[in-house]
């Protein structure tokens, strides 16, 4: 134990900045159904480097395709021109050479080679010998310098190779430190291992091999991806890997906001990430990958910082009773409180005051009423649902500014959709046209005309979900829940009817309503 502690402390102060490579673009697309375009690539690139501040950026496989190469080439012309060319990555192969000729051929002068780390591998995949192994390894690695390019080695399947053939692994990075290699990254390939495997490994192998940069690769079939990186740090690694949303093989590799937060709050060391920049960065993964983030995911989950408990939102309001390190505001983000059946006077209270409003004690207990019966019956209540149970449980009519009197859209097949709008603004009737890729877009060409007549700067739309309940027939009731950005404020609306874009319609008029 007394040992173990040591060695701990000695890796410990052997670094106090800990390296972050993303591989999103790389491993993350290996993530059933995902494809990134040219042009995501190279959006996702700008933002990991110049807003997450990545310290590498693993981009692609060589080799992969024609698409791959230009995806890669345009990432070379922007990373020269904006400084970050030695960061960008790219995985290559045992193959005598095609890598080298295609980083050469795109502009890339990183390569991260996969070589076997374990024996099984070895000798049942390439049936060769470790002697034959190293020998085409060290070919590459002379190669590649002479080329002017760096190559850090991984070892696939090193975890299953150091639990069944630790001599191998010992042989492999003995050999490996004689090269010209930067780093051994130490991939859970399978993601097989438990947390105290992984830290006793590193430990062993940062003190057999203390002159050599270690990173960790995990993967996360058990669900320990996060602190199975926690644990590799803490013997002894200097470099781990992750991707944004958790992308990646099966079920993904480490999350890279759940990893930084966790070095940064119980590991107590530093990492080069802007935390503030983590969960807008997460919001366009998610658009452009077509998975969707779990509202409950650690950091850049939806519904984190939401607090629906009526207990917590009293105690936060008596002194932060509820609050942990993760503030919402190291990430750039506001702690709301929901409102439900299990919402109290201080959920509402919280609400009310974001919005301006203010009732009597006997008003807020019956609107509060009102609100956790409408949560008993399963139904969703948002805080700008607010001013129209006010109205409703008050029995005050409900002044809508703007109403819209008649929505027309014409679309078809071999036509550009087409949407008549008349609406009410101040007593005064307005009749407008616009034209647009869908219905929808139509219909809110049309708005922003009349907005731009009326000098109404309009809320930008950020998110727009459309949900039907499961086994819904052709005529079910269809929820648009569409998601508004308007002066640093987010606003959700939600529209209910049996018709997709009339639903959209309906949310957009309740957002006009809420702004004016």
Not at 49 to 74: F, Q, T, W
Not at 155 to 170: A, Q
Not at 292 to 307: K, M, Y
Not at 453 to 462: I, N, Q, R, V, W
Request: aromatic share 6%; net charge neutral.
């Amino acid at each position: 134990m007394n040992a173990d502690r040591a060695v701990n402390q000695k890796a410990k102060t052997r670094q106090n900045r800990v390296e972050i490579m993303d591989t999103t673009l790389r491993d993350g697309e290996q993530t059933h159904n995902v494809a990134f375009s040219s042009g995501e690539k190279l959006q996702l690139s700008k933002l990991l480097l110049e807003k997450v501040n990545v310290d590498r950026l693993e981009i692609a496989s060589a080799r992969v395709s024609k698409g791959e190469e230009y995806s890669v080439k345009k990432i070379v012309e922007w990373a020269k021109g904006a400084g970050f060319l030695q960061r960008l990555e790219i995985l290559s192969f045992v193959d005598g050479g095609k890598s080298i000729a295609w980083l050469q051929e795109t502009g890339i002068q990183n390569m991260n080679l996969l070589t076997k780390g374990s024996l099984k591998h070895l000798e049942g995949q390439l049936r060769k010998t470790p002697k034959i192994h190293f020998s085409e390894i060290h070919k590459l690695i002379e190669s590649a310098s002479d080329e002017g390019i760096e190559t850090n080695v991984y070892l696939e399947d090193w975890s299953n190779g150091y639990r069944d053939s630790r001599d191998y692994v010992y042989e492999m990075i003995e050999f490996l430190t004689t090269t010209k290699a930067k780093r051994i990254m130490l991939p859970d390939t399978l993601g097989v291992l438990y947390p105290s495997q992984v830290k006793a490994a590193l430990t062993d192998l940062t003190a057999r091999f203390p002159d050599t940069h270690f990173d960790f690769h995990p993967h996360n079939d058990y669900g320990l991806g996060t602190i199975n990186v926690l644990e590799a740090i803490e013997g002894g690694a200097h470099g781990v890997h992750v991707t944004m949303n958790c992308l990646g093989e099966r079920t993904g590799n480490a999350s890279l906001a759940e990893v930084v937060a966790g070095i940064h709050d119980h590991l107590k060391l530093k990492t080069n990430i802007n935390e503030k920049a983590l969960y807008n960065v997460s919001r366009v993964v998610e658009t452009f990958s077509g998975k969707r983030l779990a509202a409950n995911s650690p950091i850049v989950g939806e519904d984190v910082f939401t607090q629906t408990a009526g207990i917590h939102a009293d105690g936060d309001k008596k002194g932060g009773l509820y609050h942990n390190p993760l503030q919402p505001q190291r990430f750039g983000r506001k702690r709301s409180y929901s409102l439900g059946k299990l919402s109290g006077k201080a959920s509402l209270e919280n609400n009310l005051k974001e919005l301006g409003l203010e009732l009597s004690d006997e008003n807020r207990e019956k609107v509060l009423r009102r609100i956790i019966e409408l949560g008993d019956q399963k139904k969703t209540v948002t805080p700008e649902d607010l001013p129209f149970i006010i109205a409703d449980v008050l029995n005050i009519a409900a002044e809508n500014k703007i109403s819209f009197q008649k929505v027309v859209i014409t679309s078809g097949k071999g036509i550009s959709p087409v949407c008549s709008l008349t609406l009410s603004y101040q007593n005064k009737e307005s009749r407008v046209t616009g034209s647009g890729d869908g219905g929808y877009d139509a219909f809110m060409t049309a708005l922003r005309i009349w907005a731009a007549d009326a000098e109404f700067t309009m809320p930008s739309l950020t998110d727009y979900e459309i949900r039907i309940p499961p086994g819904g027939k052709t005529s079910a009731l269809v929820e648009c829940k569409i998601t508004w950005q308007h002066d640093q404020k987010v606003l959700i609306t939600r529209g209910v009817d049996s018709d997709q874009v009339m639903a959209a319609v309906s949310a957009t008029e309740k957002m006009l309503n809420l702004v004016l």
